[in-house]
């Protein structure tokens, strides 16, 4: 099993960037999937999941809004579009496989290696 995230970068203030996770070694349709971040000197923090089917999706209050995940089953990949990005949104980015399909922080048993995003002007 492998996630493999990547879309990471420099923004300024109030732009976007999309990240991606490749999957391999096992059919993320079969699976909830979760993007979680850690800020420079924080905790790890759930930004947002996405059932097997795509049909239910939840968000951190601190992204809402402003973060759209989705995946594409036949490419195996996850994705996280974030959109007005600010300061806060700076952090260590991982796509995850949830342990417990449906539990917001319930665990997750593969991570990525993480992609960085740094927002600043």
């Known amino acids: 099993v492998q996630l493999v995230e990547s879309g990471g970068g420099l923004v300024q203030p109030g732009g976007s960037l999309r990240l991606s996770c490749a999957a391999s070694g096992f059919t993320i349709s079969s699976y909830y999937m979760t993007w979680v971040r850690q800020a420079p000197g924080k905790g790890l923090e759930c930004v947002s999941q996405?059932?097997?089917?795509?049909?239910?999706?939840y968000y951190a209050d601190s992204v809402k809004g402003r973060f759209t995940i989705s995946r594409d089953n036949a490419k195996n990949t996850l994705y996280l579009q974030m959109n007005s990005l600010t300061h806060e949104d700076t952090a260590l980015y991982y796509c995850a496989r949830d342990l417990n399909a449906g539990s917001w922080g319930g665990g997750y048993d593969y991570w990525g290696q993480g992609t960085q995003v740094t927002v600043s002007s």
């Open positions: 996405i059932s097997g089917t795509g049909a239910s999706t």
